[in-house]
C-alpha cells in the first residue's frame, strides 16, 4: 500500500499570502489529522476529519482551516499567512477503530517558510 | 488540561541501553503512543500501550503505569541509527486527536 502523500513538500510564502496544503491518506483510512511542528512548540494538533466532517479541533486562529473530500483526502488552508506560520505541516491517517486508540501514519510534511 | 512531559536530551553510547521516559497529566486514559522520528522526516510508530506493564518488541520495549502517570521507552543495544527525537503522546479530545510531547533528541556516540 502507498503511504500518506503530501504535497508540495516545500513552499515559500510571503507575509499575507494565503496556502493551500494537500494530503492523500493510505487507501481504506478515513481518519486524516494536521499537525504542525516548530523547533520551539514541538508537534501541535490542528484538526482532524473523519468522513468529510470536522471531528476535532485544535487551538489555533480561525486563518488555518480544513476540508476533506469523499475521496478522504484532505486539504488545509492557511490565510493571510504570518512569520510564525513558517513549520513543518504534517499529515496523518488511521483506521477508524477504538477512539485513540489507532496507530497513525504520518506523511513526510511539507514545508512551509514565511518571508 | 494535558501536560506531557519528556527530558530534551540524552546522549548515548553504541551498544548500551537507554531509558527515555515521559511523565502525563491528562484528563481521561486512552493510552499511551511512543514515536521515533530522523530529522527531516515524518514520526514513525514504534508502540502502544494502554495497560500497566512492559510491551517488548524486538530491541525496543514501552512500560506504562497508569497510576503513576507514567512510561517510558527503553532502547537496548543501541545502534548509530537510533539516532532520532522520540515523542511521547496521548489521545485526548476525542477521535484521533494526540497530544505530543516536545519530545527527547537522542544522540547515540560511538
Known amino acids: 500500500k502507498a503511504g500518506v502523500t503530501q504535497t508540495p513538500r516545500y513552499l515559500i510564502k510571503t507575509r499575507g499570502q494565503q496556502v493551500t496544503l494537500s494530503c492523500s491518506p493510505i487507501s481504506g483510512h478515513r481518519s486524516v489529522s494536521w499537525y504542525q511542528q516548530t523547533p520551539g512548540q514541538g508537534l501541535q494538533f490542528l484538526f482532524e476529519y473523519f468522513s468529510e466532517t470536522q471531528r476535532n479541533k485544535g487551538n489555533f486562529p480561525g486563518r488555518f482551516s480544513g476540508r476533506q473530500f469523499s475521496n478522504s483526502r484532505s486539504e488545509m488552508n492557511v490565510s493571510t499567512l504570518e512569520l510564525g506560520d513558517s513549520a513543518l505541516y504534517l499529515c496523518?491517517?488511521?483506521?477508524?477503530?477504538?477512539?485513540?486508540?489507532?496507530?497513525?501514519?504520518f506523511g513526510p510534511g511539507t514545508r512551509l517558510t514565511v518571508t | 488540561g494535558q501536560n506531557i512531559d519528556q527530558p530534551t536530551e540524552m546522549t548515548a553510547t553504541e551498544g548500551a541501553i537507554v531509558q527515555i521516559n515521559c511523565t502525563y497529566q491528562t484528563s481521561g486514559f486512552n493510552g499511551l503512543f511512543w514515536y521515533q522520528q530522523h530529522a527531516g522526516e515524518a514520526p514513525t510508530f514504534l508502540s502502544y500501550n494502554v495497560l500497566d506493564g512492559l510491551e517488548e518488541k524486538g530491541r525496543f520495549s514501552s512500560f506504562l503505569s497508569r497510576s503513576k502517570g507514567y512510561s517510558y521507552l527503553l532502547l537496548k543495544e543501541l545502534q548509530m541509527k537510533d539516532s532520532a527525537s522520540y515523542l511521547c503522546a496521548v489521545p485526548t479530545g476525542g477521535g484521533n486527536k494526540l497530544t505530543f510531547g516536545t519530545g527527547t533528541q537522542l544522540k547515540v556516540e560511538l
Open positions: 496523518a491517517s488511521s483506521l477508524e477503530g477504538r477512539t485513540g486508540r489507532n496507530e497513525q501514519y
